[in-house]
Every structure is written in structure tokens, then in C-alpha cells.
């Protein structure tokens, strides 16, 4: 497809499971980027992967979040033993190599937890 | 990278131009000017960037003060799908965008 691809676009599930989401970035684009974004508030930063670097995870908000981005391609973004404060709209975008390219996203995950 | 400042909500009547303002007062010299939208319930879309020159694009104008401590977007002929959050960041590189709250741009027929 011609932009970022999100799975599944909304996930309802109990506290205490656990949820991966998915992103499929725009074909050739070398750095991932996640995003949380809660209801009325701008894009909070969770994780950063750019070809074969090892990710920036400083935004991740506890260790029960970790992400991987095989082949240089796909990302899934976990989260363990979900909380009700994880509900929110989890974006993905991609980006070219080299500074200042802008970033695309997808339409995100909206995420809720009962 | 440097804070920004913009108008949580403004009203804009369809076919006129719309021009949001964002203070960047602090912006250091490598830093960009980024523009985004959001769209209810969809992801934010890249407008347009600028450096220190004034930009155009087929979706809108930067404008960028001299002092480039202010800047203002400009979409020419509003219509009622530009209704959207719009999203002023500052930063030097396309890394890690600190985002703020936006503005609420409300296109009125």
C-alpha cells in the first residue's frame, strides 16, 4: 500500500491481558516511530527504530511496553498486563533517512481496556 | 527542542484564508518549523517545514518572521475538510517531535 499500514484498527480487551499492535511502514522508509496520543492531547513519544540502530525506547512508559521491527520493516508494539490509564490511540509513522524528512502515519489503534 | 505556542481554537469562514500563528520565541538556529493536521479520528498529516524562508506547497504557505521567533500558516481558500487540529513544532530533526495541544481550526460554512 502507499502509506503506513495499522493493525487491527481498534482492539477492545480485559485489564491484565496482553495486546500486540501492529504497523506497516511506508516501503523504503528506514525509521519507525510509535506514538500515544490520549483522548484530546497531542502525541506523547514511546519508541524510535532507524535501520540497524538499536531503538530509542526512552519514551516507553514502563517496562510492561517493548516493540520490535523485524527486517527492517514491520513493528509490533506489545503491552503486558494492560491498565485501564493504556487506553488511548497508538500511532505509527515512517520517515525517509536524513534529517528533516517529514514523518507519515497511519490511522493508529484505538486501544481500550476494561 | 524549542516550545511552541498556539491558539487552543479558531473559527474560519469557508473560502477565506485561514492563518494560524505559533510563537516559537525560543527556536534555536538548526531548529525547523514543522506543520501537521489531525483529522478526527484519523493520524496527524505532514502540511509543510520551513527553515528560515517563507515556503508554499499545494496544501498551504509558511510564513516565517525575520527573527524567526513566530510563524503563521496559511491555507488560501478554506473549505470545510480543512477542519482539523493543526499541530506547530519546532525541532532539529524529524526525531523525537515534542507535540503540543494544537489549534482547533473550525471551518464555518
Known amino acids: 500500500g502507499a502509506g503506513v499500514s495499522q493493525s487491527p484498527s481498534n482492539k477492545v480487551t480485559e485489564k491484565g491481558k496482553d495486546v500486540e499492535l501492529r504497523c506497516d511502514p511506508i516501503?523504503?522508509?528506514?525509521?519507525l516511530y510509535w506514538y500515544r496520543q490520549s483522548l484530546g492531547q497531542g502525541l506523547e513519544f514511546l519508541i524510535y527504530?532507524?535501520?540497524?540502530?538499536?531503538?530509542?525506547k526512552s519514551g516507553l512508559p514502563s517496562d510492561r511496553f517493548s516493540a520490535e521491527r523485524t527486517g527492517g520493516s514491520v513493528s509490533t508494539l506489545t503491552i503486558q498486563r494492560t491498565q485501564q490509564e493504556d487506553s488511548a490511540v497508538y500511532l505509527c509513522?515512517?520517515?525517509?533517512?536524513?534529517?528533516?524528512?517529514?514523518?507519515?502515519f497511519g490511522d493508529g489503534t484505538r486501544l481500550s481496556i476494561l | 527542542d524549542a516550545k511552541t505556542t498556539q491558539p487552543p481554537s479558531m473559527d474560519c469562514a469557508e473560502g477565506r484564508a485561514a492563518n494560524l500563528p505559533c510563537n516559537h520565541s525560543?527556536?534555536?538556529?538548526?531548529?525547523?518549523v514543522y506543520w501537521y493536521r489531525q483529522i478526527h479520528s484519523q493520524g496527524p498529516q505532514y502540511i509543510i517545514h520551513?527553515?528560515?524562508?517563507?515556503e508554499t506547497n499545494e496544501m498551504a504557505s509558511l510564513i516565517i518572521t525575520e527573527d524567526r521567533k513566530s510563524s503563521t500558516l496559511i491555507l488560501p481558500h478554506a473549505t470545510l475538510r480543512d477542519t482539523a487540529v493543526y499541530y506547530c513544532?519546532?525541532?532539529?530533526?524529524?526525531?523525537?517531535?515534542?507535540w503540543g495541544a494544537g489549534t482547533k481550526l473550525i471551518i464555518k460554512p
Open positions: 509513522a515512517s520517515t525517509l533517512l536524513g534529517s528533516n524528512q517529514p514523518q507519515h
Open positions: 516501503s523504503g522508509h528506514t525509521a
Open positions: 527504530f532507524q535501520g540497524n540502530s538499536a531503538p530509542d
Open positions: 525560543t527556536i534555536s538556529g538548526n531548529e525547523y
Open positions: 520551513g527553515l528560515k524562508n517563507n
Open positions: 513544532i519546532a525541532s532539529d530533526s524529524n526525531y523525537q517531535l515534542i
